[in-house]
Structures are given as C-alpha cells and as structure tokens.
C-alpha cells in the first residue's frame, strides 16, 4: 500500500471526524455562558482611541 492510499483512507475516514469535533469545539467554546463581555471587550479593541505617550514618535538617535 503506497503513501497516497494511506494518508487517502485516513482522511476519509478519522480526518472528518477528528474536522467535524474540532469545529463543534471551537463553536461551544465561542458561545459559552458568560463570554458575552469578553467578546464585546475584543470586538471594541481596534476602535479605542488611545492617546500616544509623550516620547512615542520620537527617535533617540536625533541629533539637533
């Protein structure tokens, strides 16, 4: 038995399901009781105006 039929069988056979049971996994984990504030907290996270610090910008390297 070559490689390909192998790797071919296995993927038919236990890759779908080892797929199907990481998907669910990732779906109950998503929508788990109590995760409703951290997901609004992440989904806010790049519209925060965060105000830079005084030496942000600056090179130390410049001479005047």
């Not at 070559?2 to 996994?25: I, P, Q």
Request: aromatic share 8%.
């Amino acid at each position: 038995m070559d490689t390909y039929t192998l790797l071919r069988e296995f993927a038919d056979s236990w890759g779908l399901l080892l797929l199907v049971a990481m998907f669910l996994g990732v779906v109950l984990i998503a929508f788990r009781p109590g995760s409703k504030d951290l997901h609004r907290d992440m989904a806010s996270l790049p519209l925060r105006n965060e105000t830079p610090g005084p030496d942000r910008g600056k090179k130390e390297d410049q001479k005047a």
